[in-house]
Structure formats: C-alpha cells, structure tokens
C-alpha cells in the first residue's frame, strides 16, 4: 500500500481527554505534568450526531502549554463526549477547508461523528469529528477560522462559541 496522507492540509494541535472527575483531572494534569490552564468554559449547544441532534452540555479547558495542547471535557452523556473508560478521546486538527476536509474523510470510508447542528449552515461547521477504521483513532477537525478566538483563550480571554459571532473569524 503506498503512502497517503489525507490530513496533510491539517495541523495538529490539541489531544482531547473525556474525564468523569473534572476538576480532578485537571489537578492531576497539572501535578504530573505541570500545566497550567486556560479560563474553564462552559459550553451548552446542540450537536449534530449520526443519531440526531442532541444537546452538549459541559465543562471544557486546554492546557496554555502547547501545542500539542491538552483539551479536558467533562463527560456529557448521550454525546461524542460520553465517558467510555478513559484515555485518549481524540486528536485535534486545524482544518483550513472543514467541508472538504471532512468530505476527504468520510470519502476514504471514516466514520462522520458529530458537528455543530447549526440550521444556517449546510454540512459541518465549527468542528467535525471522524473515527478511523482499524485503529478507531477519533479526529476532530476545528475550523482554522476558529483560530484568532482559541489564541486570545490562550492569552486569558475567553472563548466563544463558534455560534456567537465573534467565535468565527473569516
């Protein structure tokens, strides 16, 4: 089989973790590796699922050190980001092109997870998710327009959500 890399339009960025215990994760994180984190954010929103539209309702923060970033989300139940036993969730990508991208994946046969369930756009939008076969290696794809809000994050502000306004930069 020849080589073929079908994220080399992303950069990787971040390492997602689900935990049950946020707050203790986070101490954890921070004794064993000496993190410091981010404005603690709490997101509310629906997501688009394979099974429909849900609602995400979780605490989430990223470690000011990085890249590679850690990202910490409190388990959500009947969500993407339902705790499954620990470890790695995912590996986070900066996607210049989120449709294309995103189509690439699920071209090549990667499973389509979740995105945004936003009614003024069609397809994904903000993130998308796709879990790899053999090795069920979950990607998230970020929009790269997400960018300017997830550095002024890193800077002490806060992070908006890609459905305000100003969590979208174009």
């Not at 389509?112 to 790899?132: C, V």
Request: proline share 5%; with cysteine; charged share 20%.
């Amino acid at each position: 089989m020849e080589p073929r890399n079908l994220l080399s339009n992303c950069e990787f960025y971040h390492v997602g973790i689900v935990v049950e215990d946020f707050q203790a994760a986070l101490a954890e994180l921070t004794l064993t590796h000496g993190l410091e984190w981010a404005s603690i954010q709490h997101r509310k929103f629906d997501v688009q699922q394979p099974n429909g539209i849900v609602e995400a309702d979780f605490r989430v923060t990223y470690s000011v050190q990085g890249p590679p970033h850690f990202e910490i989300i409190e388990s959500n139940p009947g969500t993407i980001w339902n705790y499954a036993g620990g470890g790695i969730h995912h590996l986070g990508y900066w996607s210049d092109d989120l449709a294309a991208d995103a189509e690439l994946l699920t071209t090549a046969g990667y499973k389509w997870e979740a995105t945004y369930s936003n009614p003024q756009e069609d397809g994904p939008f903000g993130f998308t998710y796709h879990t790899l076969g053999l090795t069920r290696t979950r990607i998230e794809l970020v929009d790269r327009a997400r960018k300017t809000a997830f550095d002024t994050w890193m800077a002490g502000g806060d992070f908006p959500s890609a459905l305000d306004d100003e969590g979208m930069v174009n």
